[in-house]
């Protein structure tokens, strides 16, 4: 099935970035995982995991962000990388975190946000820049992080898209599932709604001219991002 607009996009550019170490200063989920660390610690202190030789080693736990680089990596093994952090908060939500990992939690978080020098300011004040200049600016913001996260961060001020990965809840506040996951080697597929338009034109053949963005006026941030 081919779509066609009624006329080509013309003044409008997009900006889209990764969020971790692009936008932030450090990884998103630090502030909570601080909070947690000496629960994750008393949980997960006698973790161990099986080396090639058939022998154990003791995991050791000396900062917050070992939640990911050392548990994570040892009970996660196997589950692709894109979820594996997703679904090592779903099992800890209660042992761990209380229960407390609700979508207002994560909102709260935002607030927390390690944001790196500049933002928001930065990209307002690049909006506005153009604006005068009669283009219109559009920023997207894609991570495989925490969607919840970056809705309720300072991002939000200037980010017209956020994509990124959510759980989902029961009428009870328990995590239940997934509603998005956005994985690192999925990140150009979400581009893709983005430029077009619209997810259901994902999979739509249609001519570049009917495109919501112009693929020579698309610029990419991030140093670890896919896209």
Not at 25 to 50: A, C, H, K, W
Not at 102 to 107: D, S
Request: with cysteine; charged share 25%; glycine share 8%.
């Amino acid at each position: 099935m081919q779509v066609d607009s009624p006329q080509p996009v013309q003044d409008r550019v997009l900006f889209v970035a990764d969020c971790d170490l692009t936008l932030t200063s450090d990884y998103m989920q630090i502030p909570p995982l601080t909070d947690f660390f000496p629960r994750i610690q008393e949980v997960y202190g006698n973790l161990e995991e099986r080396l090639a030789d058939g022998s154990t080693r003791r995991v050791e736990l000396k900062k917050p962000l070992d939640y990911f680089h050392q548990v994570m990596r040892v009970r996660q093994q196997g589950v692709d990388k894109g979820i594996a952090f997703m679904q090592q908060f779903w099992e800890d939500n209660v042992p761990v975190f209380g229960g407390a990992l609700t979508q207002e939690f994560w909102k709260e978080q935002g607030k927390r946000m390690p944001l790196a020098p500049g933002v928001p300011e930065g990209f307002i004040d690049l909006k506005e820049r153009y604006a005068q200049c009669g283009i219109e600016v559009h920023c997207a913001v894609i991570t495989v992080g925490n969607l919840p996260i970056v809705q309720g961060s300072r991002i939000a001020e200037f980010a017209d898209m956020m994509m990124g990965s959510d759980f989902k809840y029961d009428s009870k506040g328990n995590i239940i599932g997934y509603t998005h996951i956005v994985s690192p080697f999925s990140k150009n597929e979400e581009l893709m709604c983005v430029v077009k338009g619209e997810r259901e034109l994902l999979d739509t053949m249609i001519k570049h001219a009917s495109y919501k963005f112009d693929y020579r006026k698309i610029a990419a941030m991030g140093g670890q991002t896919q896209l």
